[in-house]
């Protein structure tokens, strides 16, 4: 089982971006998806975006609040995924989480705060 450990939050002014990094302690070749989570102060963990490797590529999927700011990437040969966020809005505020699988044997990271603010 990998461990996963995120980074590249912090604070930002709104309209700005962010690129938030997840790395694997090992293979993610074989982890079919790959998904960033977000729980932001007083509400539920969400699903942000996630991305599943297959035979025909990467296919990803997103929240509708982010749809056509945020992209989600993942690189198997580095054990690396990733999450560009553009124009960002205060309501994108939370710790973001980053998740390895599915089920019994997913795996989470410790999460990485950002902050849309002016």
């Known amino acids: 089982q990998v461990q996963l450990v995120e980074s590249g939050g912090g604070l930002v002014q709104p309209g700005g971006s962010l690129r938030l990094s997840c790395a694997a302690s090992?293979?993610?070749?074989?982890?079919?998806?790959m998904a960033w989570y977000r729980r932001a102060p007083g509400k539920q963990r969400e699903l942000v975006a996630v991305?599943?490797?297959?035979?025909?590529?990467?296919?990803?999927n997103y929240a509708d609040s982010v749809k056509g700011r945020f992209t989600i990437s993942r690189d198997n040969a580095k054990n690396m995924v990733y999450l560009q966020m553009n124009s960002l809005k205060p309501e994108d505020t939370a710790v973001y989480y980053c998740?390895?699988?599915?089920?019994?044997?997913?795996?989470w990271g410790q999460g990485t705060q950002v902050t849309v603010s002016s």
């Open positions: 998740k390895a699988g599915v089920g019994p044997l997913e795996k």
């Open positions: 090992g293979s993610i070749l074989n982890i079919k998806l």
């Open positions: 991305v599943s490797s297959g035979g025909s590529g990467n296919v990803a």
